[in-house]
């Protein structure tokens, strides 16, 4: 009788501890490199339902897990970023790598958003500012001859004319600009981001950023495959592909367009897997990913 008494307590300690074993924590890496905007950190663990994880001194989160699977992803920084893992009494301690920034977010941002207005600005307007550029030189040399003719009034009639198409022309390239931005206004960067954020969604396409104290890491373009069969969308692509090269380290957009182009023409002929393609220029990268349904760019430094 008191050896099956003694048997019971066994048996539960036993249980517990086997119970203890199973849930052994694991992942793939101790050390995750960034891999475009985030590191994915993925691992194991048996007989529980979540874990939870902590970034620095962060706050504490958790994500479940299925099939004795979990991951999560952690948003690169400008340094090296400690994580530690816990399910039960089991703990996991990893390492994410740091990324270089691009830039200032605040100037990309601000850079960006005038280039986008600019670019959206009535072609004949543009065309006429144009004009007004490639004869200035030569107006003013026209101007300094008549200054030393006689009479010098008509030297100041012409000066007068000049100044005054010059302000007309300021005063139409403010309206256009106005209206221009307000015309865009769903497609430009906000002033300010932090973290990693989808800042602009439309039809055509998304913006993603991954900031940290102003310093922007990466950016994201994100476009449906469908888009590039419309002209409208590839006129939009194009658009917001160059803006984005221009603003983020003066890249050379015509040279990242033609490169993607050529990557997409390939892809046509594999369209089972996901084929990926780095373009550098400037010493800014552009890593792309073209799939049936989506295309990626993902801009880094």
Request: charged share 20%.
């Amino acid at each position: 009788m008191k050896a099956s008494r003694l048997l019971i307590p066994i048996l539960a300690l036993s249980a517990i501890l086997t119970g203890c074993g199973n849930q052994k924590l694991s992942t793939t890496k101790s050390n995750y490199p960034v891999t475009d905007m985030a590191a994915t950190i993925k691992g194991t663990v048996k007989d529980t339902n979540t874990v939870k994880y902590q970034i620095d001194d962060g706050k504490t989160q958790s994500v479940k897990v299925n099939s004795d699977n979990f991951f999560f992803t952690v948003p690169a920084k400008q340094k090296k970023q400690n994580v530690t893992i816990k399910a039960g009494s089991q703990e996991k301690k990893i390492t994410v790598g740091s990324q270089n920034k691009l830039g200032s977010y605040k100037q990309v941002a601000k850079k960006y958003n005038t280039q986008l207005v600019q670019a959206n600005l009535p072609k004949s307007l543009i065309t006429k500012a144009q004009a007004a550029q490639k004869t200035q030189k030569s107006t003013a040399a026209k101007l300094k001859a008549l200054a030393k003719s006689d009479p010098p009034q008509k030297a100041m009639q012409e000066q007068q004319k000049l100044v005054a198409a010059g302000k007309q022309l300021q005063a139409e390239m403010a309206t256009a600009s106005k209206a221009a931005a307000q015309k865009v206004k769903n497609q430009q960067l906000p002033a300010t981001s932090e973290g990693l954020k989808t800042n602009v969604t439309t039809d055509n396409y998304q913006i993603r950023t991954n900031v940290d104290n102003d310093a922007l890491l990466s950016v994201g373009l994100i476009i449906p495959t469908s888009q590039l069969k419309t002209t409208a969308g590839q006129k939009s692509f194009g658009t917001t592909l160059a803006l984005l090269a221009n603003s983020t380290g003066g890249a050379d957009a015509k040279k990242v367009l033609k490169d993607f182009g050529n990557q997409v023409k390939k892809q046509k002929n594999n369209q089972s897997s996901t084929q990926t393609h780095t373009i550098t220029s400037n010493g800014v990268n552009f890593k792309t990913a073209v799939s049936v349904e989506k295309i990626y760019i993902f801009i880094t430094k």
